[in-house]
């Protein structure tokens, strides 16, 4: 290998940097260090310009190695690794000093500021002096996909990626199609018939040639990495059970929610008062054409009550952002179902915030729904009437508007409770290897900017597993993910990232104790030669193992000892 | 003039090194003393890497890795938490302070508490002075 010669360039991010640290100092004490030829500053640059300098001088003084001191590495690393590799240097040959999110942002004295961007600029010139070349290696990538949940967004997925023609597995775990929503009658605002919209999708789906779909079946396992995963999945068969195992290179989860439990909640009284009932038990009813008491009779009060469950720091402090448009629904249902029935509507805020949800507010106003509006904090109280009242219940509210505390009557009250993470959801992010937020939902790769993928490389998420949402934005979601799989399926490869451990096998002692450390099974133990050795394409470069070697026989690429050894040497010289 | 300690960080890539940056984007103001080193995972960190920061003057190291049960690689973080405890045993005998060094859990999402853990510990090692064992313990490895 060469002599390291280290172009230094310091970015001022505008004024982002340069108004605290001074980047004309960083800038002359990089330059004195071991390797460096060149050091520069620049306004911007990750700009084309700033891009263009580091190229030119490549050329014109032979750098084999750059350092830039500018934001952070999560976020421009990509964009200075293609500059190399345009330029004609292995990208790795890069490294970046965090500058920005972790000094100038966050430090107010300018000397200060500036002796820790010289620190960690001096570590990244180090480091990079130790880097090796590393070559990036392609796969191909498995046209098949395999997609968990069979409910609207699964099967919305499944339909695009097979119609473009990729094989696509629907593992369910229910014994028929259509999740959620086939438990639904009709769908806010335009009143569809929720059971036409799945009998469309779950008719082509079973026809589709390209679609198999494993009806009380579960994903066991997934191994392997993007393009190339293994799913184990165990169907049950007369009475027993059966496992195979496909190839796929994308898995969607699309996995749903389950209802909160109205039972969590005792101040409406369900379970103890007979007509007080969910708004999926309501469902089933209006789906059977038969709303009625507990009694069997006509109710001729019906109350409904939003946000159970939800919006409140006992339970859930998110909006499941359906109800409010459901509720509506039901006021209208209710009374096309029972004219002259009345209908009150009490809430905390009414959320109309999508496409026609405002109209269908005005509309649900029109079919003389009596709306009331109560504060998070005090609830609503239910009571069974005496035997003088017309109705079954009494509802005392503490309506927010008039100010005034109101009774009114209810022969059936709906609550309407919100979603929330399937209880299994744990198991799933296991499975698969993602991340759950605090109220359990998926994690997406970016909540903006990439809101269909995870952290995990080949998996992506849709639907209500991913947060509260309505059947539009659910579907939009998994086709949104099956449009970011077919453009893999197009380009037929995968790049593997070069980053990964390897095991020196001159060193290793065959102890093994690496093989059961490694969460991905990626390390195999060759019983020939007594040692272990590292299966690239699962290693994730986690590190793990490295650490616990005893013989130091494992490598973390781009991440060695002396790599890091150097950089602690630059932060501390 | 006030004592200003070095400290180095190690922090894992997804969880706590993003959550140092997000005290950037949300310009959360905390003390300059600690520069952070990254590392792919928690499990990563060696304890010679600790080690080799105190003998090259360190007065401080901090460990930060994803909450138990949050790890991107799933447990890597349990093997730092098992790997510490012992670590710490083999710096009390080299006559290090238990508030040197420190494993805290920082998530991506926390960007305040890496604020309030740099600035907690910060103040800690000031409050010991400087590490009075990094000559004693370079002679020590020199030696062996």
């Known amino acids: 290998m060469n002599e390291p010669k280290i172009g230094v360039y310091v970015c001022n991010c505008g004024t982002n940097i340069a108004k605290v640290v001074d980047c004309d100092a960083v800038i002359e004490a990089a330059a004195s260090l071991p390797g460096v030829e060149v050091a520069r500053p620049y306004k911007y640059m990750c700009s084309n310009p700033g891009q263009e300098m580091i190229a030119a001088d490549i050329e014109e003084h032979g750098l084999n190695r750059v350092v830039v001191a500018a934001c952070s590495p999560r976020m421009h690393e990509p964009t200075f690794r293609k500059a190399l590799q345009k330029a004609g240097v292995n990208p790795y040959f890069l490294e970046m000093a965090n500058i920005r999110e972790q000094c100038s942002w966050v430090h107010d004295e300018p000397v200060a500021a500036t002796g820790k961007a010289k620190a960690l600029t001096r570590a990244a010139v180090l480091r990079v002096a130790k880097h090796e070349p590393l070559e990036r290696r392609s796969v191909d990538m498995c046209p098949n996909t395999l997609v968990m949940g069979g409910g609207i967004s699964g099967m919305s997925g499944a339909l695009d990626l097979a119609d473009a023609g990729g094989k696509v597995y629907i593992v369910e775990r229910d014994d028929h199609l259509g999740g959620n929503v086939a438990r639904v009658d009709l769908t806010a605002p335009y009143l569809d018939s929720a059971r036409d919209m799945l009998t469309e999708r779950i008719t082509r789906v079973v026809e589709h040639p390209n679609i198999e779909v494993l009806l009380e079946s579960e994903v066991e396992a997934v191994e392997g990495f993007v393009g190339n995963f293994q799913a184990r999945i165990r169907s049950k068969v007369d009475g027993g059970v059966s496992d195979q195992t496909v190839d796929v290179g994308s898995v969607i989860v699309a996995t749903g929610y389950q209802e909160f439990d109205a039972a969590r909640v005792t101040h409406f009284g369900y379970g103890k008062l007979p007509n007080v009932i969910t708004s999926f038990e309501l469902e089933r009813m209006l789906r059977e054409g038969r709303l009625v008491t507990k009694e069997g009779g006509a109710p001729q009060y019906v109350a409904i009550v939003h946000c159970v469950g939800s919006r409140t720091l006992e339970f859930h402090t998110y909006c499941s952002r359906v109800c409010c448009m459901t509720a509506l629904k039901y006021a209208h249902e209710v009374k096309a179902a029972i004219p002259g029935c009345y209908v009150s509507d009490i809430y905390i805020d009414m959320h109309a915030f999508g496409k026609g949800h405002e109209d269908f507010y005005r509309r649900s106003a029109e079919v003389k729904t009596l709306f009331l509006m109560y504060e998070k904090n005090d609830c609503p109280v239910i009571r069974k009437a005496g035997p003088e009242d017309d109705c079954e219940m009494l509802i005392e509210v503490n309506e927010t508007l008039s100010g005034e505390t109101i009774e009114i009557p209810a022969d059936l009250v709906i609550l309407m409770v919100g979603m929330e993470a399937r209880e299994d959801s744990a198991e799933v992010c296991r499975l698969v290897n993602i991340s759950q937020d605090k109220d359990g939902w998926f994690i997406e790769s970016h909540p903006k900017l990439d809101p269909v993928a995870t952290t995990t490389d080949g998996i992506y998420i849709a639907g209500t597993c991913a947060a509260p949402k309505d059947i539009p934005d659910t579907v939009a979601q998994a086709r949104a993910a099956a449009a970011r799989i077919m453009g893999r399926i197009a380009k037929g490869k995968i790049e593997i990232e070069a980053v990964f451990a390897e095991v020196d096998e001159d060193f290793c002692s065959g102890c093994r104790m690496c093989n059961e450390l490694c969460p991905y099974s990626a390390i195999e133990y060759d019983d020939e030669k007594k040692r272990s050795h590292v299966i690239s394409a699962l290693c994730k470069a986690c590190g793990a193992c490295v650490a616990a070697c005893p013989s130091g026989a494992i490598k973390a690429r781009h991440f060695t000892d002396q790599q890091i050894f150097a950089e602690i040497e630059g932060v501390l010289a | ?144």
């Open chain 2, 1 to 144: 003039m006030t004592f200003e300690p070095k400290i180095v960080g190690f922090l894992c890539n997804w969880c706590s090194y993003t959550g140092a940056d997000l005290a950037g984007t949300s310009r959360i103001h905390y003390a300059p003393n600690v520069s952070v080193i990254r590392v792919m995972c928690s499990a990563r960190i060696d304890p010679t890497f600790v080690l080799k920061a105190l003998k090259d003057g360190a007065d401080g190291v901090l460990i930060c890795g994803c909450h138990p049960g949050d790890c991107h690689y799933t447990e890597g973080n349990y093997k730092i938490m098992r790997r510490f405890p012992l670590l710490k045993k083999l710096l009390a005998d080299y006559g290090i302070e238990n508030d040197r060094v420190r494993l805290e859990w920082v998530s991506a999402s926390e960007g305040q508490r890496f604020a309030d853990v740099v600035n907690d510990m910060t103040e800690r090692v000031r409050a010991l002075g400087p590490s009075p064992v990094k000559t004693d313990l370079a002679t020590d490895m020199a030696e062996r």
